[in-house]
Structure formats: C-alpha cells, structure tokens
C-alpha cells in the first residue's frame, strides 16, 4: 500500500485565494483526521471523519475552514479565503478506527499564504 | 475529556547518555497510548505503543516507554541517544470509546556531540 496520500506537497498562494488540500486515506481505513502543526501550537486536531461522517470539527478554527469527505478514499480540506496566519503544515491521517489502532500519516502539505 | 502534556518543548543530551521525554495524560476511560517521531520535513512515525498489555512497552530504535497509571504517565526513555535521534517527539492518547487522537505539544530532542 503506497501510505496515505497528500497532495499537493507545498502551496504557495496570496492572501484572499481559496486554497484547496487533498487526502487519499489508506484502503480499508475507516477514521480520516486533518491535524495543522505550527511551531506556536504544535499539532492541533481540526477534524475526524469516521465512515466518511464528520465527527468532530470542533478544532475548525473558523468558518474559513471546511472538511469534507465524499467517500472512503477521499478527502479535502479547503480554506476560504486564504490569510497568512494559515500558513503551517497540513497532515491528514487515517486509521482502521478500531481500538488501539495507530495512525498513519501522510507527508504533510506545507502552505504558505502570503 | 482526554488530554496529553508534555512536560518538556526541548530536550538536549550528548550522544552515548540516557534520553527521557516525559509524558503525562488524563482520560475518562481506558486510554491507549502511543509515541511519534516527525524527522525534519518528513512526516510522522509510530515509535511505540501501549494497548493495556504489558506495561512496559518497547519500539523501535531503541526506545521504550513505561505506562504508570497511578502517575498517569507514560514517559519514553533511551538507554544511550544517537545522533539520528534528534527529532520531534510527540505523545499521543486515545480513548477506547471513540477514535479521537489528541496529540501533546512535542518535545524537541537535540542531540550533543
């Protein structure tokens, strides 16, 4: 299995833009999670899907920020409009969201909003 | 509610001597526990986890953590720290009653020469 797949790897893109970033979780895996890390806070928990619902999205910082998740193999997180505070690295991450089950990360996108 | 805290954002120890990151964590139910490593500009690795079995638990690289429930701890330790260490580490929890992964802020490892 290729892991789970983020693209693109890096976006560079101007304040006020929309701002799209992709997820193909990994076959099988029913829990899908977008985490943001910055050097101020860390790795921040945004959202989690399980069997492509929304669970809990209480990490969204604003409503600039939206999740979705169509089916089981694919996932986006969109930003709009884009502001330089957003700038960080996005992971998405999926798992077989049974019990002591580990996650499994992808290569992170890093944006950059300027 | 669950939560995780690192004690330490930065951690430095010469090559050849002990490394401890510490970890303490709160849960309403039985929580799962686990330790990352991100490399700089790579994404993040499973080290080790604790799944309610042995309470010593041992990963890769050398590593190994001890859960202690009565310190609500779960600290992770290397005998003897090398160079390729240096990294970020984070430790992890979750309950056994959802799927929600809360990670602590990290602790970054520099290794001395």
């Known amino acids: 299995d290729a892991g789970v797949i983020q693209s693109p790897r890096h976006e560079v893109t101007e304040m006020g833009q929309e701002v799209t970033l992709r997820c193909k979780p990994i076959?099988?895996?029913?829990?899908l999670f977008w985490y943001r890390q910055t050097m101020m806070r860390g790795l921040e928990l945004l959202i989690y899907?399980?069997?492509?619902?929304?669970?809990?999205d209480s990490g969204m910082p604003e409503d600039r920020f939206s999740a979705k998740m169509p089916n089981a193999s694919f996932s986006t997180l969109k930003i709009q409009p884009s502001e330089p505070r957003d700038s960080a690295v996005y992971f998405c991450?999926?798992?077989?969201?049974?019990?002591?089950?580990?996650?499994?990360f992808g290569q992170g996108t890093r944006l950059t909003v300027v | 509610a669950q939560s995780v805290t690192q004690l330490d954002s930065h951690v430095s120890v010469s090559e050849g001597t002990p490394v401890l990151l510490r970890c303490n964590y709160s849960?309403?139910?039985?929580?799962?526990l686990f330790w990352y490593v991100q490399h700089p500009n790579k994404g993040l690795q499973l080290l080790l986890k604790?799944?309610?079995?042995?309470?010593l638990v041992k990963g890769i690289n050398g590593f190994e953590a001890e859960f202690k429930k009565s310190e609500t701890s779960f600290h992770l330790t290397k005998p003897s720290a090398h160079m390729s260490d240096a990294a970020e580490y984070f430790c992890?929890?979750?309950?056994?009653?959802?799927?929600?992964?809360?990670f602590g802020k990290g602790t970054r490892l520099h290794i001395l020469p």
């Open positions: 992890v929890v979750t309950q056994n009653r959802d799927d929600k992964i809360i």
């Open positions: 991450a999926s798992s077989r969201g049974l019990e002591n089950t580990e996650a499994f």
């Open positions: 604790y799944t309610s079995a042995a309470t």
């Open positions: 849960s309403s139910y039985s929580p799962s």
């Open positions: 076959s099988g895996h029913n829990s």
């Open positions: 899907f399980n069997n492509n619902v929304p669970i809990d």
